[in-house]
């Protein structure tokens, strides 16, 4: 029992870091609602393509259903078993909770596959190091189960990782004569080959710019002698063609528009062929309209993103690699990966995530030589790790108490730093969770259908404000003959709505012609700092989603009371 919880204990604490987030934080955000209606359409109405969101709701770039179709095969026996006739407050809610934590799963398998490498490269301290460091991180425990394709590509790239460490694990242990060279090499080679071919898939099916990461790794496989130029290339383009053939044959049934839909091409200029990615490299290189969504210096994700993602981890990562020759690989793959990156003018935190773990790996090195090393009797824990059967310990006695100072001080600094990042990751949770009003006011729609507060099953409008903000299809009423109707139609002014006979908006505007409003639900403004009170730090909010109910006018009212 305690061989298993020293091994599955820290990667346990991570996903009961990330499930966490999912329960406190249940709602999704537009940049997430592709895979999270998809994932709804898939549980619901099976391949009855003609039902899916993506239809009236395809985005701004195609994305691939295989992520999707994948995490709802996930989440089934959950929806059928236990989820079926028990949803919470009568809506589907309960399913996106599921699919979520289905998701955060498969990223902390991915990083406890990675964690395993790191162990055998960097040792038992640095593997437990790196648990902890990541736990201690907010943005890779929230963005863990949120359904975007980055998080998708993370789990491929994170497993690839974890065999591309391994494989330098194992090629330094033959090398070193630890065992048997020819099966270390070739073991060594087989697992650079899967590597490749996880970070290939990722690139072509879920995030093209993960090519970004294959390209380092990819030079560290051939510099080690892991395979050759030509068998690289060969295994490679095999990878790219199969990942390209199962995306392309997929997605363009899902993309073909059904009976009654317009023909159109959804990735511009192909008709017939969809391949998501292409069409995102497409809009992204070509047309190069990513910059429509905001720029950011060429520094941002060296100053801002990976400060606030890292945490602790982002100083302790270039002391690692600096104590540490073997974590400097780590650390070179991850820094020109983001340097890469840093040259597209849209840059997103999110976008720079798979090269998290990387970083994670080198500063668990930092911890471990300055922290655990430092803990009485770790040298002497040490010694017979390693074999050493030597009693001199009165010397090695002598030597610790003279290097105390110089041994206590860096762990003290650490411990600190560390006390700052689960601070910070605090104050992250607090802003997260006021951060979805439209999640929040469409449930409590539902909930006044189910306390019998005056409104009853009729149709309701969302606009933009609402869906961008947590709406989302697991969060319409789980019985779908009773009598709600759904409308997220844009660009509809405000006095037509009562002309379109909507009974119920959830919006963001506080007054609308014809409607009155029962309810304001509260975003996220800032964070406000109050020493004398607690907690020091508390979330700002302001009204940012309205529900309102549609007026009764007079006659129709006295109509309805008439005999036919």
Sequence with gaps: MGRWLRDVGPDLLVLAVATAHVLLTPYAKVEESFNLQATHDFLHHGFHWARFDHHEFPGVVPRTFLGAAALSAATWPVKALVLDGTHHANTKIDGQIAARIALAAAVVTSLARFRRAVRMHLGEGA??????????????????????????????????????????????????????LRVAERRATQ????????????????????????????????????????????????CVAIALCATVVFDTIAWRPPDGFEAGPFWRGHRGVMWPEGGVLWFNTVENRSAEWGTSPAHWYFTSALPRSLLLAYPLSFVGAAMERRARPA????????????????????????????????????????????????????KKTDGDTSDDTSAATRRMKGAVPTRVLPALAVFGLWALSVAAHFVFAIAARKNYPGGVAF???????????????????VDVAAAMTGVSRFGE?????????????????????????????????????????????????????????????????EPMIWLHRRLVDDDEDDGEGEAP
């Design 477 to 541: 009423s789980a019985d779908d003959g009773a009598g709600w109707v759904y409308s997220k139609e844009e660009g509809l002014a405000p006095s037509e709505l009562a002309s379109r006979g909507f009974q119920y908006l959830v919006s963001g505007s506080g007054s609308v012609p014809g409607y009155e409003v029962v309810e304001a639900v509260e975003g996220f403004k800032g964070l406000a700092v109050t020493p004398t009170r607690w907690p020091v730090v508390r979330a700002r909010t």
């Design 191 to 238: 697992l650079s080959k899967r590597a490749t071919c996880l970070i290939a898939c990722a690139t072509v099916i879920f995030r093209c710019d993960v090519a970004m990461l294959l390209a380092p790794v990819g030079v560290h496989v051939l510099a080690t002698r892991q395979q050759t130029l030509a068998g690289a290339v060969w295994w490679g383009a095999r």
């Design 331 to 382: 650390l070179t793959c991850a820094c020109f990966f983001v340097a890469i990156y840093s040259l597209l003018p849209h840059k997103e935190l999110r976008f720079v995530l798979p090269a998290t773990p990387l970083f994670n790996a080198c500063a668990a090195v930092a911890v471990d030589r300055c922290v655990f090393r430092a803990l009485p009797g770790a040298s002497a824990n040490r």
């Design 443 to 461: 449930a409590r729609l539902h909930a006044r259908d189910r306390e019998g507060r005056g409104f009853d099953p009729g149709s309701v409008h």
């Design 127 to 180: 593997a437990l190091a790196f648990a902890i460091l990541t736990a201690t991180q907010f943005h890779p425990t929230f963005y863990a189960s949120r359904t975007l394709p980055n998080i998708f590509a993370a789990v491929l790239v994170t497993f690839g990782l974890g065999d591309w460490l391994e494989a330098c694990a194992r090629r330094t242990a033959g090398g070193r004569g630890g065992s048997d």
